[in-house]
């Protein structure tokens, strides 16, 4: 694994310049205000069905909805540029009780804050009581505005209630200059739940994930607010861009499938940020062979089943407006992606259950891993072994009824 420079990191990701981009036009916000979308995606509010069939029961959706119950907490973060309205009303009526802040909150003295003349020690505790609220692997990053939104969209009840014709337009975001630095966060998600793709097990895997970041950012921006300092947290994709700051932060590298791929669990990880004015220690970009694996595999590309990803070299050039401008990758199809999520309903995954580099962190993983950094020119072989061997094949959810037994990651 080598550490990168940041010159050296914008010499491998970035082709020109980078203009902010809107959220209004990634693939999961634009059928609410695009009318071509619209025509195509009749169902694309999510039409889950209960089926007798295997991954597809009750007991499977009910294990799908439970394990997401968590990630509607975000509905209560008011601490954004551009809090969702739900989040900004749930707040006044908790100020106009005249019991919910008081009672619920305790703050520091006004202008007490922790000595912040060891950055380092401070960033090592901070990275400490990330992991202990729940975070797998934490990164520091100096705050690079290029990844965030130029604008924010309003949630989506909002914009159900104005009707699809006459959607409410994005609001201009801007984040204060004290705002410095970024935590950034990724929580794995367990190995043998994403193996029953695509099924509502699969969907509860990926839901856990998402529960468990939104508790773990709460948590963490709540405890940097009571060393007197500021915090913005966002679990949601709905003020920044995390893949580029998690490579910032050196958590991995971006892959064939345009998700972050990390050295410990490949692309079977949720990201989530805290952005802060506490002053810390970045640490260096990484880089460990996924770019020249990502070239050689095309793995994903073959399997995608509605062929959204792309099969040539990376690029500049952005296929639709949900592709950021400037950036060099392997640019993503969302608009085929969504149509088919909308059609076969749930979450598909298969990019993220059938990457090579997705397997449990034990050593022999691990040594394989290393051997794909160090020992590159063999990276077919590689591939031959892991098709040999089965992997990324989905598993009848059945099992994990049967079979599966906590702690297995």
């Known amino acids: 694994m080598k550490k990168l420079s940041l010159d050296e990191w914008e010499k491998k990701y970035i082709a020109g310049p980078v203009e902010r981009f809107d959220q209004k036009n990634i693939m999961f916000i634009r059928p609410f205000w695009d009318t071509e979308l619209q025509a195509i995606l009749p169902d694309w509010l999510w039409n889950y069905a209960i089926k007798d069939k295997v991954g597809f029961t009750q007991q499977d959706f009910a294990l799908h909805e439970a394990s997401w119950r968590g990630e509607k907490i975000s509905l209560f973060n008011a601490s954004k540029p551009n809090p969702k309205p739900a989040a900004k ?22 202008g007490a804050k922790i000595d912040i003349s ?63 630095y970024v935590i950034v966060m990724a929580f794995e998600m367990d190995y043998d739940l994403l193996s029953y793709w695509p099924t509502y097990v699969f969907s509860a895997g990926v839901g856990t994930g998402y529960s468990r970041m939104a508790f773990a950012c709460l948590r963490l921006s709540a405890f940097i607010r009571s060393l007197g300092f500021k915090a913005i947290d966002t679990t949601t994709n709905d003020v920044c861009i995390f893949p580029p700051l998690a490579m910032l932060a050196g958590l991995g590298e971006v892959g064939r499938n345009g998700l972050l791929i990390t050295p410990q669990f490949g692309p079977r990880v949720r990201l989530a940020a805290i952005i ?68 076969s309903n749930p979450d598909c995954g298969l990019c993220i259950s059938t990457c090579p580099y997705n397997k449990v962190h034990t050593w022999p993983h691990r040594a394989v891993r290393w051997l794909t950094d160090h020992v590159r020119w063999a990276d077919t072989f590689y591939l031959k072994m892991d098709d040999l061997l089965g992997y990324g094949k989905p598993r009848k959810a059945d099992n994990f009824w049967k079979e599966w037994q906590p702690g297995r990651h």
């Open 89 to 110: 009303a749930i707040m006044e009526t908790l100020e106009a009780s005249g019991l919910g802040i008081p009672a619920m909150f305790h703050h520091p003295p006004e």
């Open 276 to 343: 802060t004015d506490l002053p810390l220690v970045a640490d260096s970009p990484i880089e460990f062979g996924v770019t020249k694996f990502c070239a050689a595999c095309k793995k994903c590309a073959k399997l995608c089943p509605s062929q959204s990803i792309s099969h040539g070299e990376r690029t500049g050039e952005p296929l639709n407006i949900s592709n950021i401008d400037g950036t060099l990758k392997w640019p993503i199809n969302a608009e085929t992606c969504r149509l088919y999520w909308t059609r």
């Open 118 to 180: 060891d950055p380092q020690q401070v960033t090592r505790d901070m990275k400490k009581v990330a992991t202990y609220f729940g975070a797998d692997l934490v990164g520091i990053c100096r705050l690079d505005r290029r990844w965030v939104y130029s604008h924010t969209f309003p949630d989506i009840g909002t914009a159900i209630a104005g009707g699809f014709n006459q959607a409410p337009e994005s609001t201009p975001q801007q984040i204060p200059e004290e705002f410095q």
